[in-house]
């Protein structure tokens, strides 16, 4: 039996049943981690001692016959954005090689308070910008469908994690498509849930009107347990929703007659691979089939998500990332002259291409005399694009669309070409600027093998109807059982290829 294969449910009733223990889980899966990470590189960190000795209170408890949470032994890894206490959090940069943080993110104690073992701290494109995880100052993540293509970004590291049995569950982050996205390509379940559902409190910030932590994992029902134990109300956080949080378990009921799904033309245009939107439209048809009534609807501004996205996240990005200056903490350059220097070399040095790419145009747009023209511009349209979701909601229960238009490309192939990852991002930056939630999960693999991801979007904080159509379709489809072939490891080259 392999216990990496295993999903919540099956751990959590072995553990009581006392079966097998939390230490034996855990160390199968750091057994795992030692056999194919190598080739992977999902993991930044790794936080063997710490689960150990939280296995081992677990297993105190089941033999106190205490009651244990649903996530109590279960292996769980954090994206390296996310603050845990005394740990290093890298945000996959130079500048904060050096930062451990005095004090844990909610969603992170959530997990602590819930008796989750965390494996470690996850591999992701350098402060949360990218969309392959090869912008890394802690080097390219590979695919564990094939070990020469991306992951997706950027919780590429949680992705691959997931795919390749290194953990159970993942949280990722998602500020343009960061969970779902990584999670299409990678063949996993990945839930960016509504603006505030969960708190942002120690979530490192990239762009602070659009990142969210998300939920991921290797199927619905684990998503949907994850995020009942990290979603919820935080003082900590202003933007957080004081709404209460429904139990996603009970919405898995595989039934969805009678609910009506849209289809945005405008996510079907130019540009979409054929076997990915073949995939995505049998999907859709296997939903109807289940008694879903499917409509055409529209979204008129989506091709401004990009761009409008693009000027935002940027703006936001370059007023989040001044305060990385040497001083405080993390990385500080050894070679200047005086304060001014000190400054400028480290951010030089501790910045990589892509940040520093962002943190520019981010600059620009927010300067005199251009503030108006672009940024405010930007906002307005932000707007109009929320509209449209409302005005499609109004007669639709959610959307289906591709969660991204081509299948996992080469690692390398798209460096020298930023802009077509960005617009690349044409089906998740809109649900971002909008604030609804967004679900990924398997619908089909290309003639050559690799995933293709269905997104489906909601009405804000309606995750639960999400996690109810994504089940039905899940649980009557094949993909959920797929694994890649990955027990043998593949060294990668230096260079990542």
């Known amino acids: 039996m392999h216990l990496y294969r295993l999903g919540v449910g099956e751990i959590g009733r072995l553990l009581r049943k006392r079966v097998i223990s939390a230490r034996d889980i855990t160390g199968a899966f750091f057994a795992r981690i030692r056999a194919v990470d190598q080739s992977v590189n ?23 016959g205490d009651e244990l949470s649903p996530l109590a032994g279960i292996p769980v890894a954090v994206k390296d954005n996310i603050c845990t206490q005394g740990v290093e959090t890298t945000c996959g940069s130079r500048i904060l090689s050096r930062y451990r943080p005095q004090y844990d993110a909610t969603a992170v104690a959530r997990l602590r308070a819930a ?39 950027s919780s590429g590291g949680s992705a691959a994690a997931l795919a390749a049995g290194e953990t159970t569950l993942a949280l990722g982050t998602d500020t343009g498509g960061s969970t779902r996205q990584p999670a299409g390509l990678c063949g996993v379940v990945g839930i960016k849930p509504t603006y505030g559902r969960v708190s942002r409190y120690g979530l490192v910030a990239f762009a602070s009107s659009l990142d969210q932590i998300g939920a991921m994992a290797r199927s619905v029902e684990d998503c949907a347990l994850l995020l009942s134990i990290i979603a919820g109300h935080d003082p900590r956080d202003s933007t957080s929703a004081a709404l209460p949080v429904p139990n996603y378990h009970d919405y898995l009921t595989g039934e969805v007659r009678g609910l009506r799904i849209g289809v945005p033309r405008e996510y079907f245009a130019e540009g979409i691979d054929p076997e990915v939107e073949s995939a995505v439209r049998d999907a859709i048809d296997h939903l109807a089939g289940l008694g879903a009534e499917v409509v055409d609807v529209s979204l008129p501004h989506t ?31 050894e070679d200047f002259d005086d304060l001014a220097g000190m400054y400028s070399r480290t951010r030089h040095d501790g910045f990589g291409n892509e940040v520093k790419r962002r943190i520019m145009l981010g600059a620009y747009v927010l300067s005199a005399g251009y503030y108006e023209a672009y940024y405010l511009r930007a906002q307005k349209v932000r707007s109009l694009i929320r509209r449209d979701f409302e005005e499609a909601f109004a007669s639709v229960d959610c959307l289906a669309t591709p969660t991204y238009p081509t299948p996992a490309f080469r690692l390398g192939e798209k460096l020298d ?43 804000p904080f309606d995750e639960k109807t999400l996690f109810r159509i994504a089940y039905a379709y899940e649980q009557t489809a094949e993909w959920r059982h797929r694994w890649p072939e990955l027990d043998i490891p593949v060294r990668r080259s230096a260079d990542g290829v």
């Open 42 to 64: 999902a993991y930044i960190t790794l936080l063997e001692e710490r689960a150990h000795a939280k296995a081992k209170e677990v297993d105190a408890k089941i033999a106190s």
């Open 417 to 459: 070409d930023p802009l077509a990852l960005y617009l690349a991002d044409i089906y998740n930056t809109s649900a971002n600027l909008a604030g609804i939630p967004g679900i990924s999960i398997p619908c089909g693999y290309t003639g050559d093998g690799f995933p293709v991801g269905l997104q489906l979007l909601g009405r």
């Open 303 to 333: 091709e401004y998500g990009v761009a409008v996205y693009q000027l935002v996240a940027t703006a936001e990005a370059s007023s989040n990332l001044a305060r990385y200056d040497g001083i405080g903490y993390g990385f500080r350059a």
């Open 115 to 153: 008796d989750a073992i965390i494996l470690g701290k996850t591999n992701l494109d350098e402060f949360g910008m990218g969309a392959s995880n090869e912008y890394s100052y802690y080097g390219p993540v590979a695919n564990p469908w094939d070990l020469l293509r991306v992951p997706g970004g």
